[in-house]
């Protein structure tokens, strides 16, 4: 299956997928067939402070055809603030998608999570993951702590890096989840959070959404259709 990526929201977001693509088609023996394209994270957010989802959808259409072009067989989003418009692309979108929120809500019902704490894009919390989380319970950070973790995110994914503060910050959210809103574990649903967290024994476990996802298209690709 030649796999297209819409990727460039942001940087580090790409390298992560085609990182865990690359290692996982060589870990069984496999030929990955890939096209990268580059959207970019400006305008994301942008369509996302508006609520612009049809409008972003236009946007990504954009990007699918020229992987159509390429031959692909699928596209792929990797981004999960990129997901707020995932309904609407589906709907138009002349490939078919891999989309990351049914394979997250399949993974937390069959890790027996009850509860999931989100750290992202404000969009991505008050939305709990766009509403597509039906077998965990969903919690956020609250009050001034919601906008921080925004902030300090949207500032990293940009950046493409992550200063110590940064990391700091974010994990202190992470651990404030589960402590005082009884999460039994922190989902990173911004793409780019594995910069933050990669590596480091926060004290909780730590669900890398990226990487759920990426190993749904690894299983879409080399298995099949799920049913």
Do not use: W
């Amino acid at each position: 299956m030649h796999l297209g990526l819409i990727g460039g929201i942001g940087p580090a977001a790409t390298e992560l997928y085609y990182r865990g693509l690359v290692q996982a088609y060589a870990s069984r023996g496999e030929t990955l067939d890939l096209t990268i394209v580059n959207a970019t994270s400006k305008v994301l957010l942008a369509n996302m402070a508006k609520g612009a989802a049809e409008a972003q959808a236009r946007v990504f259409l954009g990007f699918v055809e020229r992987l159509q072009k390429a031959e692909a067989d699928v596209a792929v989003v990797t981004s999960m603030a990129g997901h707020f418009c995932i309904s609407e692309l589906e709907a138009i979108s002349p490939l078919p998608l891999i989309n990351a929120l049914p394979a997250l809500d399949r993974y937390f019902a069959e890790k027996g999570i009850q509860r999931v704490g989100l750290l992202g894009t404000r969009t991505v919390l008050e939305t709990g993951l766009y509403g597509a989380i039906h077998s965990a319970e969903v919690v956020i950070p609250e009050g001034d702590d919601l906008d921080t973790t925004h902030e300090t995110y949207v500032a990293m994914a940009g950046a493409a890096r992550v200063t110590e503060e940064q990391r700091e910050i974010l994990v202190k959210m992470g651990e404030k989840l589960c402590r005082t809103q009884g999460a039994d574990a922190v989902a990173l649903a911004g793409t780019d959070l594995f910069v933050a967290f990669d590596g480091i024994d926060c004290g909780y476990t730590v669900i890398d959404c990226a990487g759920v996802h990426v190993e749904e298209i690894v299983s879409r690709a080399l298995d099949g259709e799920r049913p």
